[in-house]
């Protein structure tokens, strides 16, 4: 990998109060550091290159505090203001540049729970380990048998006085689709407490514990793009410290709520940007006569209809920006369901129309590189990676039931 | 002008008026053959005004642009009302712009006082011949009234008014009943160029027609909803059955983004970037999602909605037509495309 030479630092954070400053920074930050080549060089190397690659990034997103800059102040923050992370990602976007993906747990749904719910102790040791250590987190929620409905989850944790007075609980159960597990340092875990409360929301708790705690064995799962990004994880009496429970006993669901809540702002933003960028730049290759396919009627006007579609996606984005601008917790909004919804949808019918307008092409088997994001050159790896958005954080089926109810008032 | 006028409350007005003169029943009504009923309507467009938002101030009209007046083609397309003012209001825009001293004077007050209403035959085989116009328009929409014709002939644009030797109105049958439709014959009518902007001309259209959409979409949408909540059928109201809930669903969302694209494509009218691509887009969008919903509504309404006396098939019709008009959906998206790409090389 050539890296450029930096003849001079930036500090895009000096640039705080002047906007169109702060862009320009970034710009010329990402121009100076982010090799042109960074895609070329991972692609190919599969999953440790990428690894690699995500830890030197994000290395460079703290030396410039880049990659925390949305967080408190009290927490090595910038308290970075919304419009100033929506003009990053847009640099970003614009050259194509990676997002620190890998860290995206450790980075927004960790910060999510601990601002909410952690003790100073626990914010001061993992928040720390994340900024200054680049400490890995996933998320342990999901079961084979709890997915959508997760609230079902059926790993047990047990509470038990050791010998010497100490509290500990005892964890045993099956926990799947953990992003990056593989090579995650720390795990977030829901699990049963109370097996008769009431209601089954009722009798979860929130655990944080590290991932090499005896009795933890993690698996990867192929996917059917041949990445394995999910892991599995068995637990087998692993004893975690009393100390490493999140909020109070049995208040694990509203605790993972504020989790989740994390997945539903800037994350999306940033991919309804970069795929407008995308339909952009394939209107800009039609201007230059670059497109053959332009000039087949079904094709041009099929690829408008997703232009029109990606436009309103976007309007749907802008909106939602403006409500957390003005209540970062945007209450009752139905906006981010909207989003979600809709972006998921445009992403699996845009990845549809280009699969078929490349033909036999895209039979072609690929070499691709991991986290090069939802629109690359691999149009097959793209078409398949999109069910994630369809299918994960609440399958679009669930959330259509909920928005019939919750927004439309249909009766249960 | 369009500082003094609030669009909040032009709709708020605009709705209020149109909830009592062209109701449900009313509108039924008029489907039935009572004429009153869009003559009321005609009377109250001069009364209140609606027919000058779009008529500039210094030919007595309020000079509201596209953002005001797409708030009352909104407003008029959720009530059904038959009414016609958008091809007139084009035709205004167009007088506006390229219109000579004397043709403003004569047509634009007559516009504002709804004395007057234009159409626009625009898929035809006109010919000029020493400044004389020849040729036939097949379905010129609302027509059957109108007292001007904004013409076009190849590259150019003609007025020719309708009371005149050669000039031939023949009305015809119409399914979608809130509008008339009639069959244009010009032999020799007198006829004077005007120099319209083509561009702005298909503008204004596709988002007269992308709001005349949202609005109807809106309104077939919320009755199917509340139909869906009162229907009970094996025990319960068939709104709790997922099937259906998700149609509805997928609606709401094709609604949401057709209303955020058409709000976008408003936005791009006054220094947007690309605002005849945003117009085209949006009014594709917007009819189809109308003609979708409106479709759906008649399945999930059931026996209901398959009778005269529901207002289903009042919206199905118009949104039937509402895609065919001034252009079908590829005609807009080679325009779209055009604008993208070609004018933007």
């Known amino acids: ?412 | 002008m369009s500082e003094a006028i609030g669009f909040e409350d032009l709709r708020t007005g605009v709705r209020d008026v149109l909830e009592a003169e062209a109701s449900s029943e009313r509108v039924h009504r008029h489907y039935d053959g009572d004429v009153e009923v869009a003559a009321n309507l005609r009377r109250i467009a001069r009364e209140l005004g609606w027919a000058a938002l779009g008529v500039p101030e210094d030919h007595e009209g309020l000079g509201l642009g596209l953002p005001g007046l797409s708030v009352l083609y909104e407003e008029l397309g959720r009530s059904l009302a038959p009414v016609s003012l958008l091809p007139t209001m084009i035709v205004a825009e167009m007088l506006a712009g390229g219109g000579s001293d004397a043709q403003q004077a004569r047509w634009l007050p007559a516009f504002a006082s709804a004395d007057a209403t234009a159409a626009l035959a625009l898929d035809g085989d006109a010919r000029i011949d020493d400044h004389r116009v020849y040729g036939r328009f097949a379905f010129v929409v609302d027509g059957v009234d109108a007292d001007l014709f904004l013409v076009r002939a190849g590259e150019a644009f003609l007025l020719v008014p309708a009371d005149q030797q050669g000039v031939t109105i023949e009305s015809l049958p119409v399914v979608d009943r809130t509008r008339t439709l009639a069959e244009i014959t010009f032999s020799g009518a007198a006829c004077e160029i005007i120099a319209a902007d083509a561009d702005a001309l298909a503008t204004h259209a596709a988002l007269g027609i992308a709001a005349d959409s949202i609005g109807g979409a809106t309104a077939i949408l919320a009755k199917t909803i509340e139909y869906l909540k009162v229907r009970v059928q094996f025990g319960k109201p068939i709104g709790s059955f997922q099937a259906l809930k998700h149609r509805v669903a997928n609606h709401h969302l094709a609604l949401e983004l057709a209303r955020s694209l058409f709000v976008t494509a408003i936005g791009a009218q006054e220094n947007g970037a690309d605002p005849h691509a945003l117009a085209a887009l949006a009014r594709v969008t917007a009819a189809e999602t109308y003609a979708s919903i409106a479709d759906d509504a008649v399945q999930l309404h059931g026996g209901i909605g398959f009778t005269w006396e529901h207002d289903c098939h009042l919206y199905l019709k118009r949104a039937r037509m509402n895609e065919m008009l001034y252009g079908n959906a590829e005609v807009h998206l080679d325009r779209a495309a055009q604008q993208l790409v070609e004018q933007a090389a």
């Open chain 1, 1 to 412: 990998m050539t890296v450029a030479a930096v003849d001079r630092s930036f500090a895009p954070l000096e640039k705080l109060g002047d906007l169109a400053a702060f862009r320009d920074e970034v710009h010329n930050w990402l121009k100076a550091t982010l090799p042109s080549d960074w895609l070329a060089t991972i692609t190919g190397g599969g999953e440790q290159a990428y690894v690699d690659f995500q830890r030197w990034w994000f290395r460079e997103l703290m030396k410039v505090g880049l990659a925390t800059a949305h967080w408190p102040k009290a927490w090595g923050g910038e308290e970075l203001p919304l419009e100033y992370q929506v003009v990053m990602n847009e640099e970003f976007g614009k050259v194509r540049a990676p997002r620190p993906l890998l860290y995206t747990v450790s980075l927004y749904h960790l910060p999510a729970t601990l601002f909410a719910h952690g003790t100073p102790e626990q914010r001061d040791r993992y928040l720390t380990g994340v900024r200054e250590r680049g400490e890995l987190w996933c998320q342990g929620f999901s079961e084979p048998g709890a997915g959508s409905d997760l609230a079902s989850l059926r790993t047990r944790a047990e509470r038990r006085v050791k010998p010497d007075g100490s509290i500990v609980y005892i964890a045993n159960g099956q926990k799947v689709w953990s992003s990056f597990g593989a090579h995650a340092d720390y795990y977030m875990l829901l699990a049963r407490t109370d097996p008769d409360a009431p209601k089954k929301q009722g009798g979860i708790s929130f655990f944080v514990l590290p991932m090499d705690t005896p009795g933890l064995i993690r698996r990867p799962i192929r996917q059917i793009n041949g990445d394995s990004e999910f892991c599995e994880v068995f637990l087998d009496d692993v004893e975690i410290p009393a100390e490493n429970l999140i909020g109070r006993e049995n208040d694990g669901w509203a605790i993972a709520q504020s989790t989740l809540s994390a997945e539903r702002g800037l994350i999306i933003v940033d991919q309804a940007q970069r795929m407008q960028f995308v339909l952009e730049g394939v209107l800009a290759d039609a201007r230059a006569g670059r497109l053959a396919w332009w000039r087949d009627d079904g094709l041009r006007r099929e690829f408008l209809r997703l232009y029109a579609q990606a436009m309103a996606v976007r309007s749907l984005v802008d909106r939602m920006i403006d409500e957390i601008v003005n209540d970062p917790h945007m209450g009752a909004s139905p906006t981010p369901t909207l989003v979600k919804l809709t972006y998921s949808e445009l992403l699996r019918r845009y990845t549809t129309f280009v699969l078929k307008r490349d033909g036999m092409a895209a039979q072609v088997a690929q070499a691709k590189a991991l986290g090069a994001g939802k629109l690359t050159s691999n149009h097959m790896d793209d078409y398949l990676s999109a069910y994630s958005w369809t299918i994960s954080g609440g399958s679009n089926e669930v959330l259509k039931n909920i928005l019939s109810e919750r927004i439309l008032g249909l009766p249960r």
